[in-house]
Nanobody, 123 residues
Framework: QVQLVESGGGLVQAGGSLKLSCAAP????????MGWFRQAPGKEREFVAAHRWNGDTTYYSDSVKGRFTISRDNAKNTVYLQMNSLKPEDTAVYYCAATLALMLTMPKYYSSWGQGTQVTVSS
């Protein structure tokens, strides 16, 4: 399993931006698909974005596509989630995760998780 370390999160006004970071061990980073999920109170954990190293492809949920950008820096073994045009509906605990599975959008296929970071978007 990958041991993940998150940073970022906080309080931001609607329309603002926030950037989350998640680091993984260097020796395993390149072998895992890295993803971002979020979970609001009373809601299921939902897929936000993922980057698949094989093919250097990215995937986004419809709710964030065009506003969020996932990127990956192999030199720093870090994946980022740049969140722009934030809305109150984006308020949730955000988690980074890693998987060796082919499925990217379902939490149950991710084997490693960060502790989560709170993102709050005020109106």
């Amino acid at each position: 399993q990958v041991q993940l370390v998150e940073s970022g999160g906080g309080l931001v006004q609607a329309g603002g931006s926030l950037k989350l970071s998640c680091a993984a061990p260097a020796r395993t980073f390149s072998t895992y698909t890295m993803g971002w999920f979020r979970q609001a109170p009373g809601k299921e954990r939902e897929f936000v974005a993922a980057h698949r190293w094989n093919g250097d492809t990215t995937y986004y949920s419809d709710s964030v596509k065009g506003r969020f950008t996932i990127s990956r820096d192999n030199a720093k073994n870090t994946v980022y989630l740049q969140m722009n045009s934030l809305k109150p509906e984006d308020t949730a605990v955000y988690y980074c995760a890693a998987t060796l599975a082919l499925m990217l959008t379902m939490p149950k296929y991710y084997s490693s998780w960060g502790q989560g970071t709170q993102v709050t978007v005020s109106s």
